[in-house]
């Protein structure tokens, strides 16, 4: 089995769109401008997986656009990890080459803490008892496309959010945590994909050095073609359900792209296993306290000798290892805290965004109980862009033309879809924070109870440490 010859090998390397825009009008020569924002979590082993299609392409693949293409981003290409032959050691050091080549790119993230914190913070705002999940990492990107487009005070509004000095720093910048959060190499699937689609309106044109940067710096590739025309509406459902891997065919199928003019589309995959793998006779029938009433799930049961418990004013948690990946931190709120109150609680925030050094934390037994989830989430954003400060992006005023000359543009909404799956080979170094029974601010002794029976949040960082999903779970 391959998740046994991966289990095998970790010892030997490191644990570490979419809104409707109007109509084109000759008379008032304005185009509507919709980012999407797809993201999904899977976290599965092997092929296949949890939500396991199969027939997901290479990443960038673009599979049907060949007619439409006006640049194309080529992505980096990974030697895969030699499963059917781990002594071959020609392939193994190839492997372990292209993976560094990765780990050369970690600290990128490096001054991103406050986008992280505002970001979080303000898309979990007003948040009641339902499942909710935002990736971090997806939205920088998505803004940071949007940056390298716009113009004049647009741009600077999205710079200041991204905190970025210029587009200049801001482009080096994304282009290394892109490249830090890529791995394609058979253990783990890291893939985040941009694309940006145009209409072949005979009134526009569309300046190709913009085109082919957005290539080059972001992974970016472009196409045009008529929204009317089936043939390129099936194509761009086909790139986003590519990118995807299936996980959001349902919300993909609903779109409805035929008065759309420009989408532009970003998306994030992510698999991987526990380091750590459940073993599956020790999962049960538990009652999950839903805010709804209780729920029966199955539970995943593990005790670990050596987990990093973590704990503040008002939470808990653990963090439990992806292999060849980052972790995964499951935080719980004290009880008679809402789940709410730890989005506007510092330490809290500091736990969700990587800041986890300020945090008090032990090394302890953990009796770990965690519910097995698939959660899904669906959020129009365009409201908590604006309360961020991204406000000419959504007017007519906005200078777009490092695009196009011709084209009076805006934002219309912004989506963001995320999906998240957890079963007992999940993903490596994954943490749900849930402590119970423990005094507020004093350490366990040697040894905790960690039962993730009521609503939490998760967070899942990839290999340099920085945030790719924060969730919540009322309800699994």
């Not at 720093?169 to 892109?178: H, I, P």
């Not at 993730?452 to 290999?463: E, K, M, Q």
């Amino acid at each position: 089995m391959r998740s046994e010859k991966l289990q095998d090998a970790i010892g030997m390397v490191d644990a570490a769109l979419v809104a409707r825009a109007g109509k084109y009008s000759k008379n008032s020569r304005r185009l509507k401008w919709i980012i999407p924002v797809a993201a999904v979590l899977v976290l599965a082993i092997g092929i296949g997986g949890v939500f396991g299609s199969g027939w997901w392409r290479s990443p960038g693949s673009g599979v049907g656009t060949d007619g439409f293409v006006l640049a194309r981003a080529t992505y980096p290409v990974m030697a895969k990890y030699p499963f059917d032959d781990p002594k071959d050691t020609a392939a193994m050091r190839q492997w372990m080459d292209d993976r560094g080549v990765r780990r050369s790119y970690n600290g990128a993230g490096a001054g991103l803490t406050d986008f992280f914190k505002t970001t979080v913070s303000t898309m979990f705002e007003g948040m009641e008892n339902e499942n909710r999940i935002y990736s971090p990492l997806n939205l920088y990107m998505a803004l940071a496309l949007m940056a390298e487009i716009s113009g004049g005070a647009a741009r600077r509004e999205i710079l200041d959010l991204l905190g970025s000095e210029s587009i200049e720093a801001l482009r080096k910048q994304a282009n290394a945590v892109w490249n830090a959060n890529y791995y394609d190499d058979g253990t783990v699937t890291s893939i985040l994909a941009n694309a940006l689609w145009l209409t072949s309106n005979d009134e526009l044109s569309y300046k190709q050095e913009t085109l082919d940067l957005l290539a080059q710096n972001y992974y970016a590739s472009s196409f045009k073609g008529d929204f009317h025309d089936a043939e390129y509406l099936e194509a761009i459902k086909l790139w986003l359900n590519e990118q995807t891997r299936g996980n959001l065919e349902n919300s993909v199928e609903e779109l409805d792209l035929a008065d759309a003019t420009m989408v532009l589309a970003s998306t994030l995959y992510f698999q991987a296993i526990w380091n750590e793998s459940f073993r599956n006779g020790k999962t049960v029938k538990k009652a999950f306290h839903s805010p709804d009433g209780d729920v029966t799930c199955d539970f995943m049961c593990q005790t670990s000798d050596q987990m990093s418990y973590y704990w503040g004013e008002k939470f808990s948690a653990v963090s439990k290892e992806l292999a060849n990946s980052g972790s995964m931190y499951f935080i719980l709120p004290d009880e008679g805290v809402a789940l709410n109150e730890l989005f506007s609680d510092a330490e809290a925030l500091a736990m969700m965004v990587s800041s986890r050094s300020e945090i008090k934390r032990k090394t302890v037994m953990v009796d770990l109980e965690l519910p097995k989830f698939d959660v899904s989430s669906d959020m129009e954003i365009s409201s908590q862009l604006k309360k961020m400060g991204v406000l000419r992006s959504f007017s007519y005023t906005s200078d777009y033309t490092l695009l196009s000359e011709e084209a009076e543009l805006r934002i219309s909404e912004v989506n963001h879809s995320v999906r998240v799956a957890v079963d007992e080979d999940g993903v490596e170094a994954t943490a749900f924070t849930a402590v119970e029974g423990e005094t507020l601010g004093i350490p366990p002794s040697t040894r905790v109870n960690f039962v993730l029976d009521r609503p939490f949040v998760f967070v899942i960082t990839g290999s340099d440490g920085l945030p790719l999903f924060v969730g919540t779970v009322n309800n699994p």
